[in-house]
């Protein structure tokens, strides 16, 4: 096999099923792009060769044997180095967890080796999925495939940037405040947030118990339904996991979006300062989508300052309970940037806390009504294209307001996908759908996927 | 601490039980005022029945 992108989990998952595609080939096409991209992007922490080549002889044995385990099985994957897989080290890209070798695999992990899929590595993150790009660790950030000079958001930094250069199909992110959404959008792939409970969290590190999700990025819609088939489950072992049935996620992916409503949030877009090209994208996405047959209705969600204050208070809080011992300890641990940022959490009272959670509550009622009148709504994601990296906010307090993490406080499902191009990088659309309806969400980014035709275009440095 | 001592801030690292450093102390108080202000919001008054939205559930491990 060529050193070309990995194909799509799809693609991938036929080819093996007619017995055209052999995951031991698979996998070293994989390895292979890992390897000699790394010094490029940095996106991994470590590549597990032995572990993933062991992996796919048994997948092919098993395929071969007529054991095929589902349209996963013998495709590469990778893990944001906060997920536990069992013999090999979680760090969470820190100097405090070097030596840290998880003993059970995290259910996602569990989930996706069940499916027959095929580890090859760990994948850069932000230090404790917070904080930001940093150069005082022991392990670089991650570097964006269309110009390696650009941030590749975060915190799944690694997660976005082996995405984007084809390394793997799907990648692993987790997701407090945008952490899926923002490398997605940055790295020009699909990034899913599921609704808060649909994915475990158990066995992957937390930043704030909650709002944290867990879930996959991708090239294409159609990939994050295949992922989302495996991952989506009730996790009794997990306090925030929700017992609500899944249903099939491509039953009705190509049924189109003729008579849906979808609500644009022009007014919140320009709330959140986005750039001319960036509204200029949205407002294309929003007129194909119309062209498709969907209505679309301007709609008005409650003002950015007041998610943000909950975003903030909660995030904060609930990380620095997490690692107010260690922050006290030996801060000098962490990176910088994560250390600065986390601290701020010890400053907030228990009552600012309290007033978050109970203003949460009302703005997520006040979003569950839109959903009375619309299906899904489009937001923006980022204000625009990946930042320099060297010139990316590493103060203890940003600047800029996030859009993304709306909701996280709501918990209402919400996928990035890229809508365009400024100055040679991807822009990003936000699709967002009611609780636990992923399925419109994914129909709804697929419909406008295929008519726009963005997917055709990849990173230069990923025709290597 | 290149601050007064009583200030809300060095109040608040007091309280935290955190240590920062004094070339970074004016850039954290600033972190911190900013914090503060977005935070404002959550003075308003809010009804008796608004409560919090991450409460317990304890049917969460009842089997079905």
Not at chain 1, 105 to 128: S, V, W, Y
Request: aromatic share 6%; glycine share 8%; charged share 20%.
């Amino acid at each position: 096999m060529s050193a070309a992108p990995l194909p799509t989990l799809a693609e991938a998952g036929r080819k093996i099923a007619s017995g055209d595609l052999s995951p031991v080939a698979l996998t070293e096409a994989a390895l292979t792009r890992a390897a000699t991209l790394q010094p490029k992007l940095d996106a991994f922490i470590e590549i597990t060769a032995d572990r993933a080549r062991a992996a796919a002889q048994r997948a092919e044995r098993e395929i071969a044997g007529g054991r095929r385990r589902g349209p996963l099985h013998g495709i590469p994957y990778g893990l944001k180095d906060i997920y536990d897989a069992a013999g090999l080290r979680t760090t969470a890209h820190s100097r405090l967890l070097l030596d840290n070798i998880a003993t059970t695999d995290a259910e996602t992990t569990a989930r996706l080796e069940a499916a027959g899929m095929i580890l090859i590595g760990k994948l850069a993150t932000h230090e404790f999925a917070t904080g930001g790009p940093a150069f005082d660790l022991p392990f670089p950030p991650a570097r964006n495939p269309w110009n390696t000079a650009h941030f590749t958001g975060g915190s799944s930094s690694g997660s976005g940037a082996a995405v984007a250069a084809g390394i793997v199909s799907l990648a692993m992110g987790s997701d407090t405040g945008g952490s899926i959404r923002l490398p997605a959008a940055y790295c020009g792939t699909v990034g899913l947030k599921p609704t808060y409970g649909r994915v475990s969290r158990r066995g992957v590190a937390p930043l704030c118990y909650s709002l944290d999700t867990t879930g996959p990025l991708t090239w294409t819609v159609e990939d994050t339904a295949l992922a989302m088939q495996v991952l989506a489950g009730h996790d009794p072992l997990d306090p925030g996991s929700a017992d609500v049935p899944v249903p099939d996620y491509r039953a009705t992916l190509r049924d189109g979006v003729k008579g849906l409503r979808i609500g644009y949030c022009s007014a919140f877009n320009r709330d959140g300062e986005i750039g001319s090209e960036q509204t200029a994208a949205l407002d294309a996405t929003a007129q194909t989508l119309a062209k498709l047959g969907a209505e679309i209705i301007e709609v008005a969600l409650p003002p950015n300052a007041q998610f943000q204050a909950c975003a903030r208070a909660i995030s904060h809080s609930e990380s620095f309970a997490i690692h107010a011992k260690d922050l006290r300890t030996h801060p000098e641990l962490y990176a910088r940037v994560t250390r600065e940022r986390l601290m701020l959490g010890g400053f907030l009272t228990a009552t600012q806390y309290v007033q978050a959670q109970r203003l949460r509550r009302i703005l997520t009622r006040k979003v569950d009504a839109l959903f009375e009148t619309v299906d899904v709504l489009l937001t923006a994601v980022i204000p625009g294209p990946a930042p320099v990296l060297e010139e990316t906010d590493d103060g203890p307090w940003r600047r800029q307001q996030p859009l993304a993490s709306v909701f996280n406080v709501t918990g209402h499902p919400a996928m990035a996908q890229p809508c365009g191009f400024a100055t040679g990088l991807p822009l990003s659309a936000q699709f967002v759908g009611r609780a636990f309806d992923e399925a419109t969400v994914l129909r709804v980014g697929h419909a406008y996927e295929q008519e726009a035709g963005w997917i055709a275009k990849r990173p230069a440095l990923a025709a290597l | 601490m290149p601050d007064d001592p009583n200030s809300d801030f060095a109040a608040a690292v007091r309280r935290a039980g955190v240590a920062i450093p004094e070339d970074r102390w004016e850039v954290m108080r600033d972190a911190y005022e900013s914090m503060q202000a977005l935070l404002k919001i959550l003075d308003d008054p809010l009804a008796y029945e608004d409560e919090p939205a991450a409460l317990p559930r304890y049917d969460a491990g009842i089997k079905r």
